[in-house]
């Protein structure tokens, strides 16, 4: 399939669920340190993560068992149920792009959510609205704090140049790379009802 520039092979595998198992793994990352700020000692941050991984068994129509390994899927699915799944190749991203539980009639969507931020108008408009409010808020409370005229104008400036840095963020958000996700999960949704 191709979709703009991009060529996407895919492969589809169906088959029955057999067996899945399931496990979680945290990971923990941060950065150690500890640094003065205003006359104060602060630590430094950390941050942790869970992923979900399954192993799902199937078997397709002619016997053949096989495995799909997912990672922070979250997909329902039992021993008994009917799984379509699109694997794709690209020069961009491989893996699993779409699944479809056939028994429960339920899509599930992979990479298409995790590397591709499918963003629509609202998201834009309420990412800008925040910016501006910050941008209000912000220099107010740093001259209310400080009584000084030049923080106040000097964080009125670093809030103009944030407004400016999302304005043009959510223009190049809109204007490139939305439209091969969109494409994309389209076909996928199409070849899954093809092949359902």
């Not at 021993?79 to 690209?90: K, R």
Request: proline share 1%; charged share 20%.
């Amino acid at each position: 399939m191709k979709i703009g520039s991009e060529t996407i092979h895919y492969k589809i595998e169906k088959g029955t669920v057999l067996n899945i198992e399931s496990r979680s793994e945290n990971t923990v990352s941060g950065h150690n340190g500890v640094h003065v700020v205003n006359g104060t000692f602060q630590s430094s941050f950390e941050r942790s993560r869970t992923i979900h991984h399954q192993k799902i068994y199937l078997e397709d129509e002619e016997g053949k068992a096989f495995a799909i390994d997912l990672a922070d899927w979250n997909l329902s699915a039992m021993s008994g149920n009917t799984l379509i799944a699109i694997n794709t190749q690209s020069s961009q991203h491989s893996g699993y792009a779409m699944i479809y539980n056939k028994t429960l009639d339920r899509v599930y969507c992979g990479y298409l959510q995790k590397y591709f931020r499918i963003e629509n108008e609202t998201d834009r408009k309420g990412r800008l609205l925040f910016a501006i409010i910050i941008a209000i808020a912000f220099p107010t409370i740093a001259y209310t704090v400080t009584k000084s005229e030049d923080i106040g104008a000097l964080t009125s400036i670093t809030a103009l140049i944030f407004i400016i840095f999302v304005w043009r963020r959510n223009r190049s958000s809109k204007q490139k790379g939305m439209t091969l996700p969109l494409e994309m999960k389209k076909r996928l949704q199409e070849i899954l009802s093809q092949n359902a």
